[in-house]
C-alpha cells in the first residue's frame, strides 16, 4: 500500500509535465533538448538563490512570519527571473518559433523544480506507514507550480522577445511577471503570516495559476495580433 501511495503521488507530481510535452506540439517539433537546457539553467540558478539566501538570511528560531526576511527572499527570489531571461533569450534553441520556445522553457523550468523540491520529500515521507494527504496536496501544488512556470515564461517572452507590442500592454505585461514572480513570497505570507493551513494555500495557489494562465494566454494573443 505505501508503495502504490509514492507510486500515485508521483505520478501526480511529474505525470502532468510529460503529458503535457506529448498533448501538445513540443512532441512533434522535439522540443526536449530546450526543455533540458532551461532544466539545467533553473539548477544553476537554484544554486546561486540558495549561496545568497544562506549569506544574507539569518536563521529564525521559530516559524513567525519576519517582513524583512520575507522582503529580502522576494529579491533573492527575481534570481529567478534572471535565470528565466538567460533560458529565453542566451541559450541556442533549435528552429522553434517563440510560441513553442516559451513553452519548453518553461515546462523544463518547472520539472527541475518539481524535482529538486519534491522529489526528496516524496520518496522519504509517502512510503511511510501511515496514510497522509500532505503528498498528494503536493503533487496538486507541482501542478500549479507547471502553470506559473510557463506563465510565467510566456510573459517573459512578451517582455524581452516580442519587440512589436501594443504600449498599453507593456504595463499589464509586467504587473503579471511580477505577481507571479513573487508567489512563493505570497503564499508563504499566507502559511505563516495568515495561519493558512496547507490545503488552503493550494487551492488559492490553482486558482492563481488558472487566472495568470488565462491572463497571459490573452496578452500573448493580443500581442500576436499585428498592429492596425
Not at 510565467?152 to 500592454?169: C, D, E, F, H, Q
Amino acid at each position: 500500500m505505501t508503495v502504490f501511495h509514492f507510486f500515485n503521488c508521483a505520478i501526480l507530481t511529474f505525470g502532468p509535465h510529460a503529458v503535457y510535452y506529448s498533448a501538445t506540439p513540443l512532441s512533434e517539433y522535439d522540443t526536449l533538448g530546450t526543455s533540458v537546457k532551461a532544466a539545467l539553467v533553473y539548477l544553476g540558478t537554484a544554486l546561486v538563490k540558495l549561496v545568497c539566501l544562506a549569506t544574507f538570511l539569518k536563521v529564525s528560531e521559530n516559524d513567525s512570519f519576519d517582513p524583512y526576511q520575507e522582503l529580502l527572499k522576494a529579491l533573492i527570489g527575481f534570481i529567478d527571473v534572471a535565470g528565466l531571461y538567460f533560458a529565453l533569450t542566451q541559450l541556442t534553441h533549435r528552429n522553434i518559433s517563440q510560441n513553442h520556445k516559451f513553452q519548453a522553457v518553461g515546462l523544463g523550468w518547472a520539472f527541475a523544480d518539481s524535482v529538486l523540491h519534491r522529489l526528496a520529500p516524496l520518496w522519504m515521507g509517502a512510503r511511510g506507514l501511515e496514510f497522509t494527504w500532505d503528498y498528494i496536496l503536493q503533487g496538486i501544488e507541482a501542478n500549479a507550480n507547471l502553470v506559473l512556470s510557463i506563465s510565467l515564461a510566456a510573459l517573459g517572452s512578451l517582455m524581452w522577445l516580442r519587440k512589436n507590442k501594443p504600449k498599453t500592454l507593456i504595463p499589464i505585461i509586467y504587473a503579471c511577471a511580477v505577481i507571479v514572480a513573487t508567489m512563493p513570497s505570497i503564499t508563504s505570507y499566507l502559511r505563516r503570516g495568515l495561519g493558512w493551513h496547507l490545503p488552503k494555500v493550494v487551492g488559492f495557489e490553482l486558482f492563481t495559476s488558472l487566472v495568470m494562465a488565462i491572463i497571459s494566454w490573452q496578452l500573448f494573443a493580443a500581442c500576436q495580433r499585428p498592429s492596425a
